[in-house]
């Protein structure tokens, strides 16, 4: 009995004894190797590990849903110090990461490193197979990344997070992932006044837009003029944020608020709302059209080449879209009180949307040093001129809201903010319902159960390396609905499509769908019951429609 509890006790003495050998040698002899690794990879998986916040869409019940999250993914990765055998382990481990053999064998050639990252991202599938394999110094962890599960949608409005030269933490590059990245940083999140099912379906619609007219691109804008809410904003081209780095630069920024153009005759109605709003104007004011008019040495002709004659209202003009007739009105009104105007409604100023570099157009005809008459002229129907889309979206918000510059926001938290009053309502209501003759004398926005506002520009290209014009144009239609108790804004934008000559035939039929579909969406009640059992609207007679 003695013999065996010595013997139990010699044996249980030494095993504790080795083990506290090891654990000595482990712990102060190789204490630092072993710490300087964990540390080593523990700093490398956290270089760019996420802790941000959550960007979530809406919908018409004011569901949060989310559209940026972290979400962890495998990763693989390497401790070259411990490998023995770089090229047998490049040879075994290359088929199943995707690497060339000897490019691995050099990456994993260096004793000194305790760190390197082969797989960001990894499937399941080979994270497995890695572990499968065994290999001395090849690892699998899992790690958070920036994920966006609807893929593209609202990709130029929801940017995407990655590293800059100057940073070696992860930080939000582009869109609200930059506008909020602090605000993200801290865990805190956002929640856009985006509704995922409207913005689907401007996508989708802009995208078969782009490709049935074989156009360069194009945005679409739905607002709630009464509030400066953006529901939609879609861009094509567009990306996947969630593989970024295989898009080009240039298509990360967003045309609706990073690039201007001249918006063409969808400008007449600004013109006309300062006119009416300063006095010198009412929608039945006539003037004679001979069909042209010479400025400093420039012809400005009717887009038809139509002399509409004596007798011609102001809203005569909206409805044939009378180049003519808005280089008159912009007469009356002169050339002070015209850019005062154009001022007034935002034009030449950023917005102040929550969204990074936005640009504020381009005005300078208006202000720089001898300005001449056909400067003012050609402005009025919107050539000379540049505007974001945002810019002339938020304007005719101004119209259909009653007067009043809205601040456009997507982050619902910020709320309605109103910058200012810049016409009367009686003047917005006025404009509104030139607009709506204007619209729905050519047939083709006609919608059921609805009185609709709207006005077309169909605008030439600049030439920035010649001078003048090129023979590409941008077609553009904005417009309200219900017009008589306005609730959405809509814009439709379409870059030089080679496949329709004008607006009305590209970019009106597909306002007009997505403001039907969103009228059905949002339960909106028609102003305009009547109607609701016409016949579908037609094309018509393209050649004397408005552009």
């Given at each position: 009995m003695g013999f065996r509890f010595i013997f139990l006790t010699s044996v249980f003495g030494l095993i504790f004894g080795l083990l506290g050998f090891n654990l000595f040698r482990l712990q102060i002899e190789k204490g630092d190797y072993y710490f300087a690794r964990a540390e080593a990879r523990n700093q490398a998986l956290a270089q760019s590990d996420l802790a941000r916040g959550q960007i979530f869409f809406t919908d018409r019940n004011n569901n949060q849903i989310p559209a940026a999250m972290d979400q962890a993914y495998p990763v693989i990765y390497a401790v070259p110090q411990e490998i023995t055998d770089p090229t047998s382990t490049a040879a075994a481990l290359a088929p199943v990461i995707g690497w060339q053999p000897d490019a691995l064998a050099k990456a994993l050639?260096?004793?000194?490193?305790?760190?390197?990252?082969?797989?960001?991202?990894?499937?399941?599938?080979?994270?497995?197979?890695?572990?499968?394999?065994?290999?001395?110094?090849?690892?699998?962890?899992?790690?958070?990344?920036?994920?966006?599960?609807?893929?593209?949608l609202a990709a130029q409005i929801l940017g995407f997070v990655g590293f800059t030269s100057s940073a070696s933490q992860p930080a939000g590059l582009y869109g609200l992932e930059a506008e909020y990245n602090s605000e993200l940083a801290a865990g805190d999140n956002i929640q856009t006044?985006?509704?995922?099912?409207?913005?689907?379906?401007?996508?989708?619609?802009?995208?078969?837009?782009?490709?049935?007219?074989?156009?360069?691109?194009?945005?679409?804008?739905?607002?709630?003029?009464?509030?400066?809410?953006?529901?939609?904003?879609?861009?094509?081209?567009?990306?996947?944020?969630?593989?970024?780095?295989?898009?080009?630069?240039?298509?990360?920024?967003?045309?609706?608020?990073?690039?201007?153009?001249?918006?063409?005759?969808?400008?007449?109605?600004?013109?006309?709302?300062?006119?009416?709003?300063?006095?010198?104007?009412?929608?039945?004011?006539?003037?004679?059209?001979?069909?042209?008019?010479?400025?400093?040495?420039?012809?400005?002709?009717?887009?038809?080449?139509?002399?509409?004659?004596?007798?011609?209202?102001?809203?005569?003009?909206?409805?044939?879209?009378?180049?003519?007739?808005?280089?008159?009105?912009?007469?009356?009104?002169?050339?002070?009180?015209?850019?005062?105007?154009?001022?007034?409604?935002?034009?030449?100023?950023?917005?102040?949307?929550?969204?990074?570099?936005?640009?504020?157009?381009?005005?300078?005809?208006?202000?720089?040093?001898?300005?001449?008459?056909?400067?003012?002229?050609?402005?009025?129907?919107?050539?000379?001129?540049?505007?974001?889309?945002?810019?002339?979206?938020?304007?005719?918000?101004?119209?259909a809201n009653g007067g009043l510059l809205m601040r456009p926001y997507l982050n619902s938290a910020l709320g309605p903010k109103v910058v200012r009053r810049i016409i009367s309502s009686s003047t917005a209501s006025e404009v509104v319902t030139m607009m709506e003759a204007a619209a729905e004398g050519g047939g083709v926005a006609n919608i059921p159960s609805f009185h609709v506002a709207g006005k077309t520009g169909t605008a030439q290209i600049p030439d920035l390396v010649h001078g003048g014009y090129t023979a590409n144009y941008i077609h553009t239609f904005v417009g309200t609905v219900p017009a008589t108790d306005p609730k959405l804004v809509l814009l439709v934008k379409l870059d030089n499509p080679r496949i329709g000559d004008l607006a009305v035939l590209t970019v009106v039929p597909a306002w007009r769908q997505l403001a039907e579909f969103a009228l059905n969406y949002e339960n909106i009640t028609p102003d305009n019951p009547q109607n609701a059992i016409t016949s579908p609207p037609h094309v018509g007679n393209w050649k004397t429609t408005p552009p």
């Open positions: 050639n260096n004793p000194k490193s305790l760190f390197r990252m082969l797989v960001e991202k990894a499937s399941p599938d080979e994270a497995t197979a890695v572990d499968g394999l065994k290999l001395n110094g090849i690892y699998t962890d899992q790690k958070n990344y920036r994920y966006y599960p609807f893929g593209s006044t985006i509704d995922r099912t409207l913005q689907a379906q401007a996508e989708q619609l802009l995208q078969n837009l782009v490709t049935d007219h074989n156009a360069d691109g194009g945005t679409i804008l739905i607002e709630n003029p009464q509030t400066g809410a953006i529901l939609a904003f879609a861009n094509e081209p567009g990306f996947d944020p969630n593989n970024y780095a295989s898009s080009s630069v240039a298509s990360f920024m967003n045309p609706g608020t990073q690039y201007f153009y001249e918006p063409g005759s969808a400008f007449k109605p600004i013109t006309m709302a300062i006119g009416i709003n300063d006095g010198i104007l009412t929608s039945s004011t006539v003037y004679t059209d001979p069909g042209y008019i010479v400025l400093n040495g420039k012809k400005i002709l009717n887009y038809d080449h139509h002399a509409y004659g004596p007798g011609t209202s102001m809203t005569e003009v909206l409805m044939h879209s009378i180049n003519t007739g808005a280089v008159w009105a912009q007469q009356q009104i002169g050339d002070k009180l015209f850019t005062q105007g154009v001022f007034n409604f935002g034009f030449g100023a950023l917005t102040g949307v929550d969204l990074p570099s936005e640009v504020p157009g381009r005005t300078v005809n208006l202000t720089r040093p001898g300005a001449q008459d056909v400067d003012f002229a050609t402005a009025a129907f919107g050539q000379g001129i540049g505007v974001t889309p945002l810019q002339l979206t938020n304007a005719y918000s101004v119209l």
